[in-house]
């Protein structure tokens, strides 16, 4: 089945540092990639939708300056956490849009937890 | 906009016992509904799934109820043991879409030993 690989697992900075998280497709090609935050025990929220060679397009209420994402390749999609603050502290993860013939199937990175300290 | 109610929040089952996680949605045009389930510490993966025009759907002890009328769906855990604990959450879609799933709130579920 379609594998989506995310690096790292687990990052911890200092505050004020930026932070690059990593997501891959690696049997297949991911036209758009989304990243979601996830809170404890809260659910996953959407945090912006990226498709391949454009901008990203961002939900309301996330900073497009401070979390940057670039999608330049299919298998590649990168999301940077600028100037991070321990507020930005979470769970991300990534996940792609697979076009199965009969609509879209969806496989989840297995998540990146961010502390920042 | 509040598309996709789940409930309840948390769930504690005795082992064996069974497990029922509601869904109700809003929106029409979702014509998938599925269910992911989340281990601790890692990303959600697709449990099971089902679409509209069947009314129920089952593999091994996990079963989707789907009511159209209602639109609501629900999952129900057969037997339910304690590596079943995690969290559960719906994300009812428009498949055709390519959309982000818009996913509930997520249940909790403890099944005890």
């Known amino acids: 089945g379609a594998v989506v690989s995310q690096h790292p697992s687990r990052v911890i900075c200092k505050s004020g540092t930026s932070v690059k998280i990593e997501c891959r497709s690696l049997?297949?090609?991911?036209?758009?990639m989304f990243w979601y935050r996830q809170f404890p025990k809260q659910s996953l929220m959407l945090m912006a939708t990226?498709?391949?060679?454009?901008?990203?397009?961002?939900e309301q209420g996330v900073e497009k300056d401070k979390f940057l994402i670039n999608h330049a390749s299919l298998t590649l999609s990168t999301l940077t956490v600028t100037s991070a603050h321990p507020e930005d502290s979470s769970f991300y993860i990534c996940?792609?849009?697979?076009?199965?013939?009969?609509?879209?199937?969806?496989?989840f990175g297995s998540g990146t937890r961010l502390t920042v300290v | 906009q509040q598309q996709v109610k789940q409930s309840p929040q948390s769930l504690i089952v005795q082992k064996g016992g069974i497990s029922i996680i509601n869904c109700a949605y809003e929106n029409t045009a979702f014509d998938y509904f599925p269910w992911y389930q989340q281990f601790p510490g890692k990303g959600p993966a697709l449990l099971i799934a089902?679409?509209?025009?069947?009314s129920e759907k089952k593999e091994g002890r996990f079963t989707i109820s789907f009511n159209k009328s209602a639109k609501q769906f629900s999952l129900h855990i057969m037997d339910s043991q304690p590596g079943d604990s995690a969290t559960y959450f719906c994300?009812?879609?428009?498949?055709?879409?390519?959309?982000?799933?818009?996913f509930g709130k997520g249940t909790s579920l403890l099944v005890t030993p």
């Open positions: 994300a009812p879609n428009d498949s055709n879409s390519g959309y982000a799933l818009n």
């Open positions: 990226s498709n391949e060679g454009s901008k990203a397009t961002y």
């Open positions: 049997d297949f090609q991911a036209t758009t």
């Open positions: 996940s792609a849009a697979i076009s199965t013939g009969g609509g879209y199937g969806y496989t």
């Open positions: 089902i679409r509209p025009d069947v």
